[in-house]
T-cell receptor
Framework: KAGVTQTPRYLIKTRGQQVTLSCSPI?????VSWYQQTPGQGLQFLFE???????NKGNFPGRFSGRQFSNSRSEMNVSTLELGDSALYLC????????????FGSGTQLSVL | SQQGEEDPQALSIQEGENATMNCSYK?????LQWYRQNSGRGLVHLIL?????REKHSGRLRVTLDTSKKSSSLLITASRAADTASYFC?????????????FGAGTRLTVKP
């Protein structure tokens, strides 16, 4: 069974640009969560999707958005990139939103120059 | 914002010794989970303990939960160099203070051969 797949693995952008990150969950998983990880802040929750609906959202500005497709694949978008957006973005999937264990992808390392 | 706080932030031990990491949290929880992360990679689920459980074992891992003190500990016995990683606790407090899984900042464990 394939794990959670995140693409791309590395990304370099400049300030002001926008970026789209992709996440394919484990087959059969309907919940996808996104986290931002930085050395200073640890893992910060971005949002959670279940059956194409955003269930929860963390305390991030509106520049951060996401969506989930009917096949449970998810994308997150960051517009007008800032230097502080440089981070490892992690996607995690699970069967549902019931707080059971999360299966993480390897992440997308975003560097904003 | 983070829910759990791990202690210590960093721990260095010799191979064969036991490693103990602690996690404190703020709100009532449904369950608490421990995850492991190798440098720059995704997190891997280790163990889940529910709020009505006090202790759980999995191989060389032992987790305890004290809901009255809002704290948990992870014990790794007979550590190996391959255990070198960052360890995170995550709390599920849906229906209470939060609606998502919240992670602490992690404990960086180094096991010297």
């Amino acid at each position: 069974k394939a794990g959670v797949t995140q693409t791309p693995r590395y990304l370099i952008k400049t300030r002001g640009q926008q970026v789209t990150l992709s996440c394919s969950p484990i087959s059969g998983h309907r919940s996808v969560s996104w986290y931002q990880q930085t050395p200073g802040q640890g893992l910060q929750f971005l949002f959670e999707y279940f059956s194409e609906t955003q269930r929860n959202k963390g305390n991030f500005p509106g520049r951060f958005s996401g969506r989930q497709f009917s096949n449970s694949r998810s994308e997150m978008n960051v517009s007008t990139l800032e230097l502080g957006d440089s981070a490892l973005y992690l996607c995690a999937s699970s069967w549902d939103t019931g707080g059971e264990k999360l299966f993480f992808g390897s992440g997308t390392q975003l560097s904003v120059l | 914002s983070q829910q759990g706080e791990e202690d210590p932030q960093a721990l260095s031990i010799q191979e064969g010794e036991n490693a103990t990491m602690n996690c404190s949290y703020k709100t009532s929880i449904n369950n608490l989970q421990w995850y492991r992360q190798n440098s720059g990679r995704g997190l891997v689920h280790l163990i889940l303990i529910r709020s009505n459980e006090r202790e759980k074992h999995s191989g060389r891992l032992r987790v305890t939960l004290d809901t009255s003190k809002k704290s948990s500990s992870l014990l790794i016995t007979a550590s190996r160099a391959a255990d070198t990683a960052s360890y995170f606790c995550a709390t599920d407090a849906r229906g209470g203070g939060n609606n998502d899984m919240r992670f602490g900042a992690g404990t960086r464990l180094t096991v010297k051969p």
